[in-house]
C-alpha cells in the first residue's frame, strides 16, 4: 500500500483561537506518542492568519489512517473543537510517481 498523505487546513474562530491552539499541541503529541503508522504530523501556523493551522502528515496507509481517527485523542479533539471553527478542509493524497 501507498503512503497517504494529508493536509488539513483549519480555520479557527476568533474567540477559540488560544484554547483551540492548546488543543492542536495535544493532538499533535498524542499522535506521535499512540498512533502506528504515523510517518509525519506537523503542526504548522499561518503567518498571513492567526487563526489559521495547517497539519501536514503522512501515514504508512489507509488504514493507519483510518484507525488514527478512531482513537481516543482524536475523537476528544474533534468533539472539543465543534462550533469553534470557522472552517476545516481536508485532503487526502497520493504520491503520483512519475
Not at 498523505?5 to 488543543?23: G, M, S
Request: charge should be negative; glycine fraction near 2%; hydrophobic fraction near 40%.
Amino acid at each position: 500500500m501507498k503512503n497517504i498523505v494529508i493536509v488539513a487546513n483549519v480555520k479557527v474562530k476568533d474567540e477559540f483561537k488560544d484554547e483551540v491552539y492548546n488543543e492542536l499541541l495535544k493532538l499533535h503529541k498524542a499522535t506521535h506518542k499512540h498512533d502506528e503508522g504515523c510517518i509525519q504530523y506537523d503542526l504548522h501556523k499561518n503567518l498571513e492568519d492567526e487563526n489559521s493551522f495547517t497539519f501536514v502528515e503522512t501515514w504508512q496507509n489507509a488504514k493507519l489512517l483510518d484507525e488514527h481517527m478512531k482513537k481516543e485523542h482524536f475523537l476528544k479533539f474533534a468533539q472539543f473543537v465543534d462550533g469553534k471553527l470557522e472552517s476545516m478542509d481536508i485532503q487526502k493524497l497520493e504520491k503520483v510517481e512519475a
